[in-house]
C-alpha cells in the first residue's frame, strides 16, 4: 500500500519530472526570425532597367537588386534579411514593396507603354517621317499621308521588359497629335483660302 506521502513521490516522479521536461523542451523549440516589410520608389527608367538600393533596416545596410520590368506594388522577397531567428532558427524574410513613381511622357499598363506625340499638320497630311522618344533610345517611324488626328501607332517589343524574362518585351502604343501651324503669313493663308476652294 502506499502511503500518501508515497503517492505524492510516486506523481512527482512520473509527472514532475515530464512536466519539468516539456517547459525545459520549450525553451529550446527552434523559431524562425520576424518577417519584415519596407518600400522603396523607383523612376520608371529604374523599372525599365533594373536598379540597386541600399535598404537601412535595424542598424544594417541591405544590397537589393531589382531586376528589369518590376512593377508598381509588386512586392519582392529577400530571403533570410528579416529579423534573427531563436534557438538557432532561420532569419525571416525581408518583404519589400515597390512603387513606380509617375512619368511626364510615358503611361504604363502592364508591359506596355503609351505616349502621345505631336506631328505637324503638313506632314500628317503628306506623310514623312517623325522620331519617337522611348525609354530605350530615339527611333524613326513612317508617318502615312493623311494621318488623322488621335491616330495610334504600334512600335513592338518598346515597351516594358518583361520581370524575370528575358530579352521579351511590351509594346509602344503612340498616338498622334496633330498640330495646326499658328503665325501664318498672308501668303500662307491665301493658300488655305485656294485649298478649300479645291476642297468644295
Do not use: W
Not at 53 to 79: C, S, Y
Request: hydrophobic share 35%; charged share 25%; glycine share 12%.
Amino acid at each position: 500500500m502506499f502511503t500518501e506521502e508515497g503517492v505524492g513521490d510516486l506523481f512527482e516522479m512520473l509527472f514532475g519530472q515530464h512536466s519539468s521536461g516539456q517547459r525545459r523542451g520549450r525553451r529550446n523549440v527552434v523559431v524562425k526570425g520576424e518577417d519584415l516589410e519596407t518600400e522603396t520608389i523607383l523612376s520608371l527608367e529604374e523599372a525599365y532597367y533594373g536598379t540597386t538600393r541600399l535598404i537601412q533596416l535595424n542598424g544594417q545596410t541591405i544590397k537589393v537588386t531589382i531586376k528589369p520590368g518590376v512593377a508598381d506594388q509588386q512586392m519582392l522577397r529577400i530571403a533570410g534579411k528579416g529579423g534573427g531567428g531563436s534557438n538557432g532558427g532561420p532569419n525571416g524574410d525581408l518583404f519589400i514593396t515597390i512603387k513606380v513613381a509617375s512619368h511626364p511622357e510615358f503611361q504604363r499598363k502592364g508591359n506596355d507603354l503609351y505616349c502621345d506625340r505631336p506631328v505637324d499638320l503638313y506632314t500628317a497630311v503628306l506623310g514623312g517621317k517623325a522620331r519617337i522618344k522611348t525609354l530605350k533610345d530615339t527611333v524613326n517611324v513612317d508617318i502615312s499621308k493623311e494621318t488623322p488626328n488621335g491616330k495610334t501607332l504600334r512600335l513592338l517589343g518598346l515597351g516594358m521588359p518583361v520581370h524575370g524574362t528575358k530579352n521579351e518585351f511590351g509594346n509602344m502604343y503612340v498616338t498622334f497629335i496633330v498640330q495646326l501651324p499658328d503665325h501664318l503669313s498672308e501668303q500662307e493663308i491665301e493658300l488655305f483660302r485656294k485649298l478649300s476652294t479645291l476642297r468644295k
